[in-house]
């Protein structure tokens, strides 16, 4: 079974631009999960989504970022208009069942750079 | 508040050598306790899970930790590590019920050297 699919892997951009990550979360799982890593701040959790429904957007850094499940195998995570801090490796991970069993599926990442 | 807390940044061990990456938690309520292991370039990967019984976990690649509540620990240990098992290590922990959020801990970067 294929795992969690991130694209793209790597994305250099310039200061203003929009991007955009995508997500393909394992079949069945009905949970989802953006998380952003970076050196000083560790991994963080960005938004979770049940059922596609966003549960808990309460880490999405600001206005700038918004993310969407339109269906069970699709999401995305947009930065509108992106800046340098938003640097990081952006993950997608997905889950069977609730959120409180803590066994998520991470993908391989998305690696962003804003000059 | 919830936090986990990973007690060293670096640890640098030589090959079959044996290794601890210590992990304590703290919570008011009681949680699931993980260690997730991130190869270079790739995402986190499940290594063992503390949900309830007994206290010694066994996980994959020889792994083991061990749940400690009066100390709040669940300290990774390995009797013998090899070159392959370089990579970083989380420890995370989850409150029982309802939605909670995964607390990831700032990673252990575990070095083996030859």
């Known amino acids: 079974d294929a795992g969690v699919i991130q694209s793209p892997r790597h994305e250099v951009t310039e200061m203003g631009q929009e991007v955009t990550l995508r997500c393909k979360p394992i079949?069945?799982?009905?949970?989802l999960f953006w998380y952003r890593q970076t050196m000083m701040r560790g991994l963080e959790l960005l938004i979770y989504?049940?059922?596609?429904?966003?549960?808990?957007d309460s880490g999405m850094p600001e206005d700038r970022f918004s993310a969407k499940m339109p269906n069970a195998s699709f999401s995305t995570l947009k930065i509108q208009p992106s800046e340098p801090r938003d640097s990081a490796v952006y993950f997608c991970?997905?889950?069977?069942?609730?959120?409180?069993?803590?066994?998520?599926?991470f993908g391989e990442g998305s690696r962003l750079t804003v000059l | 508040a919830q936090s986990v807390t990973q007690l060293d940044s670096q640890v640098p061990v030589f090959e079959e050598a044996p290794v601890e990456l210590r992990c304590n938690y703290s919570?008011?309520?009681?949680?699931?306790l993980f260690w997730y292991v991130q190869y270079p370039n790739q995402g986190l990967q499940l290594l063992l899970k503390?949900?309830?019984?007994?206290?010694l976990v066994k996980g994959i690649n020889g792994f083991e930790a061990e749940f400690n509540k009066s100390q709040t620990s669940f300290h990774l240990r390995k009797p013998s590590v090899h070159i392959s098992d370089t990579a970083e290590y989380f420890c995370?922990?989850?409150?029982?019920?309802?939605?909670?959020?995964?607390?990831f801990g700032a990673g252990t970067r575990l070095a083996v050297h030859p």
């Open positions: 991970a997905s889950s069977l069942r609730e959120a409180n069993t803590g066994e998520l599926f």
């Open positions: 079949s069945g799982h009905n949970s």
């Open positions: 503390y949900l309830s019984g007994s206290t």
């Open positions: 919570s008011s309520v009681s949680v699931y």
């Open positions: 995370a922990a989850i409150q029982y019920g309802g939605y909670n959020k995964l607390i």
């Open positions: 989504f049940n059922n596609n429904v966003p549960i808990d």
